[in-house]
């Protein structure tokens, strides 16, 4: 069975989320949003190879969807992040009772035939609607905020968003970059936290007039440029570092650029839910799995 034969993608998943939200809008049921990441995937795939590391993905997908109801769905969102939608649930107790099963069942020991037997702690967030957001898009923004409460807090836990109000987390911006997103140069974090700002930026105004392309399309050029620009100062200090992977880290951001070009016509033409969501992790997944790891070389 191949990977994809288990589990679906991450705007099958949101479409799948939308559709429950408006089949519990009336209902007086709760729908859990799960998202999780694998402790230390990236050490695991350094050590043991990058065929461990598929092996561990389909194994984690595979428990994922053994361990839930008929009713529930699950998703790949990408690299080693995955979610669930846990719908039909009585109250919150209840979706928290069952996101922590869930995680015990995935954080259990496990064996690979090229890594042999580990233990992969689960670092996962839960956002509950209608408690926590009225959107889809908001509502994945709570669960990934719960999810970097648990890797701040010592990962391997199961955090239920409790942070804001439902009024308060619609208002939480789109891209949001913790402490595992600093690379230790100053003028590269800063110039992912300005990437950001646009990012933020672009979706808070098309969120509040989604007809006032022009100025979109401005903003857009406006972010592209500057991760042109970005993208530039990191070839120089890979350059003068002698960066190892510097030729393959250049590669993706080639490929990167061609992605942000893509996305623009999806973005100006009004709020696309999953257009966003691919721009907010082009950014963010980016500089967790390529510019953190650069930064640690230039760093030393």
Known sequence: MSFNDLISDRETLLHRLSELMEQHRHSGKFIGLLLFDLDGYGAIREKFGGMAGDS???LMAERLRLGIRDQDFTAHFGGDTFAALLPEHESVRTVAFAAERIR???AQPL???????LVVGISMGVAIYPENAGEADRLLTVAESA???SKMSGKNMCTIYRGASRDKADILPLAILGEESTTGIAELDDQHRELAERVNDLYDLMRSNPENRPEAEAMYDELVRFTELHFM???RMMGEAGYPLAEAHDREHRFLLEELRALESRIVAGVELHAFRMLKDWLVDHIEKADVPMG???YK
């Open 296 to 298: 640690r070389y230039l």
């Open 111 to 117: 064996l690979l035939a090229e890594g042999g037997g």
């Open 104 to 106: 015990k069942k995935l």
């Open 233 to 235: 100062t990191e070839s």
């Open 147 to 149: 999810m970097y409460d």
């Open 56 to 58: 561990l993905l389909k």
